[in-house]
Nanobody, 114 residues
Framework: QVQLVESGGGLVQPGGSLRLSCAAS????????MGWYRQAPGKQRELVAT???????NYADSAKGRFTISRETGKNVIYLQMNSLKPADTAVYYC????????WGQGTQVTVSS
């Protein structure tokens, strides 16, 4: 069993910042990649950012220059620093870990509104 727990979501005004955290636990061996995805109401889940075990990162175009994904050394913990938030960033943000299959967290709500 693999569990992922996200935290750090909330309500923020446009232009503000939030930092999401995700901790993975359980039967984890040589994770290939961890990442953040999001799903807005009425839309499909989409990539935000991923980070490999070697530290290589990949970002959606909408996240480049505003979001930063990072990983805690030696631990299955990742973060997503989100700056200059826009109302379009409002969504449920999900953490994922890629082993032999992909596992997902329960999600954390991010709402950007004045």
């Amino acid at each position: 069993q693999v569990q992922l727990v996200e935290s750090g979501g909330g309500l923020v005004q446009p232009g503000g910042s939030l930092r999401l955290s995700c901790a993975a636990s359980g039967r984890i061996f040589l994770p290939k990649e961890m990442g953040w995805y999001r799903q807005a109401p009425g839309k499909q889940r989409e990539l935000v950012a991923t980070i490999t075990s070697d530290g290589a990162t990949n970002y959606a175009d909408s996240a480049k220059g505003r979001f930063t994904i990072s990983r805690e050394t030696g631990k299955n913990v990742i973060y997503l620093q989100m700056n200059s938030l826009k109302p379009a960033d409002t969504a449920v943000y999900y953490c994922s870990i890629l082993l032999r299959e992909t596992y997902w967290g329960q999600g954390t709500q991010v709402t950007v509104s004045s």
